[in-house]
């Protein structure tokens, strides 16, 4: 690319991200409000006005595989969406109440955490929040509503281990001896079908209590919202105890493990920093961003026509975070090369005016994936339960404590970021395409 061209991208890049960067800054001022109800549930209330619905979540502290015994990758998402389809005391279940709304319920699950969110007109906010806590604080568990879960939850699995999202959760194991990330998140289809209730019930009892819980609400919403919490909130001291963080045991580095799945492909994962080494964290958010964003990232154009797909990601967990690359299609074998030359190229510090252009368009692409009260919901439950919702990007627009870093970074310290981190070798998992069975003879 000629000298013109990156000052004309540059300055077109860089017109977005002022006028990005205003409407995020004007959408904070409106005095965010944070706390600690009765009863030990946290919150995080961020209004906007100018949005045309609300969005109410409960976020939970809580492996995806269950407290004790044998791990059930998948039961925290089976629990939460069979407290959502069983019917209470009231009559009528949190699922149908909300399509009674004309809003949408999601139940979305990960290593460490389940989140549980309702996306509703602004008249809607009080009732969806006194609903969504009622139901959760003191959950109902139905064999009824255990079956609709299951339906939904092997669904998923099926979907999820279709795509990349296998391959990273098959990283886990390869990376930790044991802990959540180790377990996964993405349950088989046969053990979910076939999950107990008495399971079930006894995860949410545990997963849902109160003080386990933190209360995002964001979109058209405002502070009135919150006495509508479920007044069984401070019904016990126990359900006012948070949930510890699970010990996480990094894998002592080994041969790489072998995988069967529904496609071929391969994981590639290092051990990243911890949530509270903020600047690493940071840094290496944009490295994923400047190699692996589609289309516009330098490992995609370096792929060029190539049949393969290439993923990659930083993931800020608690302690540690983890750096993710996955590897698939016909071509697969050809684009690891090209993956290993462009961490190997991350290592050394980009040119002034590369790194300027580069750093203006994750700044910007970050803020895209930051406007709708979804969006913005999913953004302060992750980081609020990781530990450290200062360091939100939605938190405090441009002025807040992410991208003031952003702001900080150099090719010299992102450079020291991917030399610490990812420079030596990684986990590697491969996964070959599981055999189909022959038909049975008739």
């Known amino acids: 690319m000629s000298a013109s061209r990156t000052s004309c991208r540059a300055a077109i890049v860089a017109a977005l ?99 549980v969110t309702v996306l509703v007109a602004p008249d809607h906010v009080a009732r969806a929040v006194r609903a969504l806590t009622a139901d959760y604080f003191a959950p109902v568990i139905t064999a009824e509503g255990l079956r609709v879960a299951q339906r939904d939850s092997t669904e998923d699995a099926i979907y999820r281990s279709l795509a990349p999202d296998a391959i990273e959760d098959a990283l886990g194991a390869a990376l930790f001896a044991s802990g959540p990330l180790h377990d996964g998140a993405i349950g088989n289809p046969d053990g979910l079908a076939n999950a107990k209730l008495e399971r079930v019930r006894a995860f949410a009892d545990r997963a849902f209590r109160p003080g386990n819980a933190i209360l995002v609400l964001t979109g058209n919403v405002d502070a009135t919202a919150l006495s509508n919490v479920a007044a069984r909130a401070g019904a016990t001291p126990a359900s006012a105890l948070p949930e510890p963080a699970a010990a996480q045991a990094p894998r002592p580095d080994g041969a790489p493990l072998n995988r069967e799945g529904d496609f071929a492909g391969t994981g590639l994962g290092w051990l990243g920093p911890p949530i509270a080494d903020e600047a690493a964290a940071t840094a290496l958010d944009f490295v994923a961003d400047a190699l692996f964003v589609p289309k516009r990232g330098i490992v995609a154009k370096a792929l060029g026509s190539r049949k393969a797909v290439v993923t990659g990601k930083f993931v800020t967990y608690r302690n540690p975070g983890v750096f993710l690359v996955t590897i698939s299609g016909d071509e697969a074998d050809a684009a690891r090369p090209l993956v290993d030359k462009a961490l190997a190229d991350a290592a050394k510090p980009m040119s002034p005016a590369l790194f300027a252009v580069a750093r203006a368009a994750f700044v910007y692409r970050l803020l895209g994936d930051m406007e709708t009260p979804t969006e913005i919901s999913d953004t302060y439950g992750w980081y609020a339960v990781e530990g450290a919702p200062a360091y939100a990007p939605a938190e405090g627009g441009m002025r807040g404590r992410y991208f003031t870093l952003a702001a900080q970074l150099t090719p010299a310290s992102v450079a020291q970021a991917v030399a610490t981190f990812l420079g030596r070798p990684p986990a590697v998992v491969t996964v070959v395409k599981r055999a189909l069975r022959p038909r049975t003879q008739t």
């Not at 791990?71 to 629990?79: E, T, V």
């Open 17 to 115: 991200f002022v006028c990005a960067a205003w409407r995020s800054a004007g959408a904070q001022d409106a005095a965010p409000a944070n706390g600690t109800l009765p009863g030990g549930v946290v919150y995080e209330l961020r209004p906007d006005a100018a949005q045309s619905a609300a969005a109410v979540a409960l976020w939970y502290r809580a492996p995806a595989g269950g407290f004790d015994g044998t791990a059930l990758p998948g039961l925290s998402r089976l629990a939460a969406a069979t407290v959502a389809a069983s019917t209470p005391v009231t009559g009528t279940s949190l699922a149908q109440l909300v399509d009674r709304w004309g809003g949408r319920l999601s139940v979305a699950a990960y290593a460490d955490s389940v989140s």
